[in-house]
Protein backbone atom coordinates (compact mmCIF):
# COMPACT_ATOMS: atom_id res chain seq x y z
CA UNK A 1 0.00 0.00 0.00
CA UNK A 2 1.49 3.20 -0.95
CA UNK A 3 1.60 6.41 1.78
CA UNK A 4 -0.15 9.00 -0.09
CA UNK A 5 -3.16 7.24 -0.93
CA UNK A 6 -4.19 7.70 2.88
CA UNK A 7 -2.23 11.11 3.77
CA UNK A 8 -5.19 13.00 2.97
CA UNK A 9 -7.66 10.67 5.56
CA UNK A 10 -8.91 12.48 8.05
CA UNK A 11 -7.23 11.40 11.16
CA UNK A 12 -10.33 8.92 13.11
CA UNK A 13 -10.60 7.37 9.62
CA UNK A 14 -6.13 6.93 9.69
CA UNK A 15 -6.77 6.25 13.54
CA UNK A 16 -9.66 3.46 12.81
CA UNK A 17 -7.43 2.05 9.93
CA UNK A 18 -4.27 1.46 12.24
CA UNK A 19 -5.99 -0.26 15.27
CA UNK A 20 -8.65 -2.29 12.86
CA UNK A 21 -5.73 -3.61 10.95
CA UNK A 22 -3.32 -3.79 14.12
CA UNK A 23 -6.67 -5.86 15.82
CA UNK A 24 -7.58 -8.04 12.60
CA UNK A 25 -3.45 -9.22 12.59
CA UNK A 26 -3.60 -10.19 16.01
CA UNK A 27 -6.85 -11.52 15.84
CA UNK A 28 -6.34 -13.72 12.78
CA UNK A 29 -2.58 -14.80 14.27
CA UNK A 30 -4.55 -16.03 17.35
CA UNK A 31 -6.90 -18.07 15.61
CA UNK A 32 -4.40 -19.80 13.29
CA UNK A 33 -2.47 -20.58 16.44
CA UNK A 34 -5.55 -21.77 18.02
CA UNK A 35 -6.48 -24.01 15.22
CA UNK A 36 -2.91 -25.52 14.55
CA UNK A 37 -2.57 -26.31 17.90
CA UNK A 38 -6.33 -28.17 18.12
CA UNK A 39 -5.46 -30.05 14.90
CA UNK A 40 -1.64 -31.27 16.81
CA UNK A 41 -3.97 -32.23 19.81
CA UNK A 42 -6.42 -34.03 17.80
CA UNK A 43 -3.52 -35.50 15.96
CA UNK A 44 -1.96 -36.91 19.14
CA UNK A 45 -5.13 -37.94 20.19
CA UNK A 46 -5.18 -40.07 17.35
CA UNK A 47 -1.61 -41.47 17.42
CA UNK A 48 -2.82 -42.29 21.06
CA UNK A 49 -6.01 -44.19 20.66
CA UNK A 50 -4.23 -46.10 17.97
CA UNK A 51 -1.81 -47.31 19.75
CA UNK A 52 -4.29 -48.53 22.57
CA UNK A 53 -6.88 -50.18 20.15
CA UNK A 54 -3.35 -52.04 18.62
CA UNK A 55 -2.06 -53.10 22.00
CA UNK A 56 -5.61 -54.42 22.59
CA UNK A 57 -5.94 -56.57 19.54
CA UNK A 58 -1.94 -57.74 20.19
CA UNK A 59 -3.10 -58.97 23.56
CA UNK A 60 -6.19 -60.52 22.41
CA UNK A 61 -4.28 -62.11 19.19
CA UNK A 62 -1.94 -63.69 21.41
CA UNK A 63 -3.52 -67.09 21.90
CA UNK A 64 -4.49 -67.44 18.37
CA UNK A 65 -0.77 -66.70 16.78
CA UNK A 66 0.27 -69.25 19.28
CA UNK A 67 -1.87 -71.87 18.25
CA UNK A 68 -2.17 -70.78 14.47
CA UNK A 69 -6.40 -69.95 14.99
CA UNK A 70 -7.18 -67.80 11.95
CA UNK A 71 -10.42 -68.16 12.67
CA UNK A 72 -9.95 -66.69 15.80
CA UNK A 73 -7.64 -63.99 14.48
CA UNK A 74 -10.39 -62.81 12.56
CA UNK A 75 -13.16 -62.52 14.52
CA UNK A 76 -10.83 -60.57 16.79
CA UNK A 77 -10.69 -58.03 13.97
CA UNK A 78 -14.19 -58.16 13.03
CA UNK A 79 -14.94 -56.34 16.11
CA UNK A 80 -13.44 -53.09 14.50
CA UNK A 81 -16.58 -52.80 13.01
CA UNK A 82 -18.01 -51.02 15.49
CA UNK A 83 -14.91 -47.91 14.93
CA UNK A 84 -15.85 -46.18 11.82
CA UNK A 85 -12.46 -44.57 11.19
CA UNK A 86 -10.86 -47.70 11.19
CA UNK A 87 -10.42 -48.53 7.16
CA UNK A 88 -8.02 -51.65 7.30
CA UNK A 89 -6.41 -54.04 10.14
CA UNK A 90 -4.17 -56.80 9.35
CA UNK A 91 -2.98 -59.33 11.99
CA UNK A 92 1.25 -61.10 10.66
CA UNK A 93 2.83 -64.03 11.89
CA UNK A 94 6.14 -63.62 13.31
CA UNK A 95 7.12 -64.91 9.55
CA UNK A 96 5.57 -61.65 8.27
CA UNK A 97 2.37 -63.42 6.19
CA UNK A 98 -1.10 -62.13 6.71
CA UNK A 99 -2.71 -63.81 9.21
CA UNK A 100 -6.40 -62.38 9.22
CA UNK A 101 -7.46 -58.66 7.55
CA UNK A 102 -10.31 -56.73 7.98
CA UNK A 103 -10.75 -53.71 5.34
CA UNK A 104 -14.45 -51.86 6.08
CA UNK A 105 -15.12 -52.08 3.14
CA UNK A 106 -14.64 -55.49 1.81
CA UNK A 107 -14.97 -54.44 -1.70
CA UNK A 108 -12.07 -52.84 -2.04
CA UNK A 109 -9.94 -55.99 -2.22
CA UNK A 110 -7.44 -54.06 -0.62
CA UNK A 111 -4.06 -55.91 -0.23
CA UNK A 112 -2.30 -56.34 3.01
CA UNK A 113 0.84 -53.96 3.24
CA UNK A 114 4.25 -55.52 3.65
CA UNK A 115 5.35 -55.26 7.25
CA UNK A 116 7.77 -52.39 8.86
CA UNK A 117 9.39 -51.73 11.31
CA UNK A 118 6.81 -50.89 14.47
CA UNK A 119 5.90 -47.02 14.32
CA UNK A 120 2.96 -44.84 13.46
CA UNK A 121 2.71 -41.95 10.71
CA UNK A 122 0.21 -39.78 8.30
CA UNK A 123 0.50 -40.69 4.92
CA UNK A 124 -1.89 -39.13 2.29
CA UNK A 125 -5.44 -39.30 4.07
CA UNK A 126 -4.97 -42.03 6.31
CA UNK A 127 -3.12 -43.06 9.54
CA UNK A 128 -1.26 -46.21 9.26
CA UNK A 129 0.22 -47.98 12.55
CA UNK A 130 2.68 -51.00 12.99
CA UNK A 131 3.05 -52.97 16.52
CA UNK A 132 4.63 -55.55 17.17
CA UNK A 133 2.56 -58.28 19.51
CA UNK A 134 5.08 -59.65 21.89
CA UNK A 135 4.86 -62.77 24.00
CA UNK A 136 7.45 -62.93 27.27
CA UNK A 137 9.60 -60.52 25.43
CA UNK A 138 9.37 -62.48 21.74
CA UNK A 139 7.48 -60.76 18.51
CA UNK A 140 5.31 -63.72 18.16
CA UNK A 141 3.25 -61.22 15.42
CA UNK A 142 2.47 -57.59 14.21
CA UNK A 143 -0.50 -56.00 13.95
CA UNK A 144 -1.28 -52.92 11.53
CA UNK A 145 -3.96 -50.70 11.79
CA UNK A 146 -5.43 -47.80 8.70
CA UNK A 147 -7.22 -45.26 9.99
CA UNK A 148 -8.75 -42.32 8.02
CA UNK A 149 -8.31 -39.00 8.75
CA UNK A 150 -11.76 -38.01 8.09
CA UNK A 151 -12.87 -36.77 11.14
CA UNK A 152 -9.52 -34.89 11.86
CA UNK A 153 -10.82 -33.13 8.37
CA UNK A 154 -14.12 -32.53 9.56
CA UNK A 155 -12.94 -30.91 12.96
CA UNK A 156 -11.15 -28.94 11.47
CA UNK A 157 -13.64 -27.50 9.04
CA UNK A 158 -16.12 -27.13 12.10
CA UNK A 159 -13.58 -25.57 14.16
CA UNK A 160 -12.25 -23.49 11.31
CA UNK A 161 -15.95 -21.97 10.89
CA UNK A 162 -16.46 -21.20 14.63
CA UNK A 163 -13.62 -19.57 14.14
CA UNK A 164 -14.30 -17.33 11.76
CA UNK A 165 -18.12 -16.29 13.41
CA UNK A 166 -15.80 -15.52 16.49
CA UNK A 167 -12.93 -13.45 14.25
CA UNK A 168 -15.78 -11.77 12.48
CA UNK A 169 -17.57 -11.27 15.67
CA UNK A 170 -14.96 -9.92 17.56
CA UNK A 171 -13.89 -7.46 14.79
CA UNK A 172 -17.09 -6.25 14.49
CA UNK A 173 -17.46 -5.50 18.21
CA UNK A 174 -14.12 -3.67 17.71
CA UNK A 175 -15.39 -1.35 15.21
CA UNK A 176 -18.53 -0.56 17.50
CA UNK A 177 -16.40 0.02 20.23
CA UNK A 178 -13.22 2.00 18.32
CA UNK A 179 -16.19 4.24 16.68
CA UNK A 180 -17.60 5.55 20.56
CA UNK A 181 -14.36 6.09 21.71
CA UNK A 182 -12.28 7.25 18.87
CA UNK A 183 -13.74 11.07 19.97
CA UNK A 184 -11.54 10.52 23.35
CA UNK A 185 -8.86 10.24 20.87
CA UNK A 186 -9.25 12.30 18.00
CA UNK A 187 -10.99 15.16 19.45
CA UNK A 188 -7.59 16.00 21.08
CA UNK A 189 -5.07 15.43 18.43
CA UNK A 190 -8.16 17.69 16.02
CA UNK A 191 -7.93 20.68 18.50
CA UNK A 192 -3.88 20.71 18.25
Request: hydrophobic share 45%; with cysteine; net charge positive.
Amino acid sequence: MKRGRYRNLPVKNKLRLIIMSTVSAALGLACLAILAYDQVAFRDEMRNDLGVLAEILGSNSTAALTFGDQRASEELLQGLKAKRHIVGAVIYSAEGKPVAAYWRDPRSQAVAPPIRPGGDWFENREFLLFKNIRLNGQVIGTVYLESDLGELRERLRSFAWIVLAILLGTSLLALMLFSRLQKVVSDPIAHL
